[in-house]
C-alpha cells in the first residue's frame, strides 16, 4: 500500500510536520511554557516547554502516523483496499496536526478559545466523514468494525458498514449541538453518544449474523437478507432515534434551565450558577462598584450561553476582557472592579438588580466601617 502511495505518504507527512516550520518563524513571539493539554471543563491543566510544543508534539504524530501506515500495509487484505478507505489512513494524522497545533499556537498567541467547542466540531466532522467513508472499505482486518461476525461473513461486513456508515454521519451532525453546552454537561453527552455509536453497530452484526444462521446464509447477500438488513434497519433507527431524542431533551432542559445566585458570608460573598463555576469575592476587595440599567454585554469569549444564562469570559469595548454571570434577557447589571479585575453580575430583571446592587454596597460599607 506504501509503495503504490509513496507520494500520498510524503505530503502526508509534510503536513503533519508544516507547524513545526510555522513555529519556529513565531519562535519570538512565543511565550516559554505553552499550554499543551485542556481538562474535560476546557481549562487548561497541562504546560509544556516552547521546544517541546513546537517540534515534539508533531513528531509524534509524525510517528504514530506512519505505525498506523505500516499497519494498515501489512494486512495483505488492504492490497486490494478501495482507494478512498486508503486516502482515510493516510489523511487523518494530518488533519489531527493542523487541528492541535492551530488550536495550540492561537492559545498561545493570545487567543480566548473554547476548546470544548472546537473539539466537537471536529469530532463531528471526523464521525461525518469516517461515516461517508465506511460503506467503501472492503473485508480485512485493520480498517472498520472489526468483529467476529464481520469476519466470517462478508454480507455481514458490507451490511454493517452501510449501516454504521448512514449512523455516523448522522451522529457527527449531531454532534454539533454539544458545542453549545456547558463543558461538564457536554463531556457526559458525548461519552454517551460515542458509546451507543459503537454499541448500536455491534448489536446489528450480531442480529444480522444469527439471522443469517438461521436461514443457513452464511456468506451470501440474497434477496432474503437484503429483507432482513431492512427490518434490522429499521429496528436499529428506532434505538437510535429514541437516544437522540433524550440527548437532545437534555440540551433543551439546559438551555432553558438554570439560575445565578448570590450568597452573602461574614466577609465575602459567592456567585453561584448552574452550568458553571462558582467564584467568592471578599468583600474589602472590592475597589468600585456601580449600576448601569442599559449594559452591553459584547462578545462571550469563553463559557455558556443559553436562552436563559450568559456565563464565562467576555470582552467588551467599555470594559475590555471581564467576567460575567447574568441572565441572558436582562439588560441591567452590577459592574465590580475586583483587585484590578471586572466582575458584572445581574438579576432575572432590572428591580432584582438594583436590589442585588443595594445589598452588594451595604455589606461592602460594612466591611470597609470594621
Known amino acids: 500500500m506504501i509503495k503504490n502511495n509513496k507520494w500520498k505518504a510524503i505530503i502526508s507527512s509534510i ?120 460503506p467503501k472499505v472492503k473485508q480485512n482486518r485493520t480498517l472498520g ?72 446464509k452464511i456468506g451470501e447477500i440474497g434477496e432474503s437478507l437484503e429483507r432482513m438488513t431492512g427490518t434490522i434497519g429499521r429496528k436499529g433507527t428506532v434505538i437510535f432515534s429514541a437516544v437522540i431524542v433524550l440527548i437532545l431533551a437534555g440540551v433543551a432542559f439546559i438551555m432553558f434551565t438554570g439560575n ?17 463555576g462558582d467564584i467568592t469575592v471578599k468583600y474589602d476587595s472590592v475597589d468600585s462598584i456601580e449600576f448601569i440599567e442599559d449594559f452591553d454585554k459584547g462578545t462571550r469569549t469563553y463559557g455558556f450561553g443559553s436562552a436563559r444564562l450568559s456565563l464565562g469570559r467576555f470582552e467588551s469595548d467599555e470594559l475590555g476582557k471581564y467576567t460575567l454571570y447574568s441572565y441572558t434577557q436582562c439588560d441591567a447589571a452590577v459592574i465590580l472592579k475586583v483587585d484590578g479585575k471586572t466582575l458584572v453580575i445581574s438579576a432575572e430583571d432590572e428591580k432584582s438588580t438594583k436590589s442585588l446592587y443595594g445589598e452588594f454596597l451595604r455589606r461592602i460599607e460594612k466591611g470597609e466601617s470594621k
Open 145 to 216: 468494525i472489526k468483529l467476529k461476525w464481520t469476519f466470517e461473513s462478508e454480507a455481514n461486513w458490507y451490511a454493517t458498514h452501510r449501516f454504521a456508515g448512514k449512523l455516523w454521519v448522522v451522529g457527527g451532525i449531531l454532534f454539533i449541538p454539544f458545542a453549545f453546552l456547558p463543558e461538564k454537561a457536554a463531556v457526559g453527552f458525548l461519552l454517551v453518544f460515542i458509546i451507543v455509536l459503537v454499541i448500536i453497530p455491534t448489536v446489528y452484526s450480531y442480529r444480522y449474523h444469527k439471522k443469517e444462521k438461521e436461514q443457513g
Open 15 to 134: 503536513v503533519i510536520l508544516l507547524p513545526v516550520i510555522f513555529g519556529f518563524i513565531m519562535w519570538d513571539r512565543l511565550p516559554g511554557t505553552m499550554t499543551t493539554h485542556w481538562g474535560a471543563d476546557g481549562v487548561a491543566d497541562g504546560h509544556s516547554e516552547k521546544i517541546f510544543s513546537v517540534l515534539f508534539i508533531p513528531l509524534f504524530l509524525l510517528a504514530f502516523h506512519w505505525v498506523c501506515l505500516f499497519i494498515t500495509a501489512w494486512d495483505n487484505k488492504n492490497r486490494n483496499q478501495s482507494r478512498k478507505a486508503e486516502g482515510l489512513v493516510f489523511w487523518i494524522m494530518p488533519c489531527l496536526s493542523i487541528f492541535v497545533n492551530s488550536f495550540m499556537y492561537s492559545v498561545a498567541l493570545g487567543a480566548e478559545l473554547n476548546m470544548s467547542t472546537l473539539l466537537f466540531l471536529f469530532l463531528g466532522a471526523l464521525f461525518a466523514i469516517m461515516g461517508n467513508y465506511l
Open 260 to 276: 445565578v445566585r448570590v450568597q452573602y458570608g461574614e466577609e465575602s460573598f459567592d456567585v453561584k450558577a448552574d452550568y458553571w
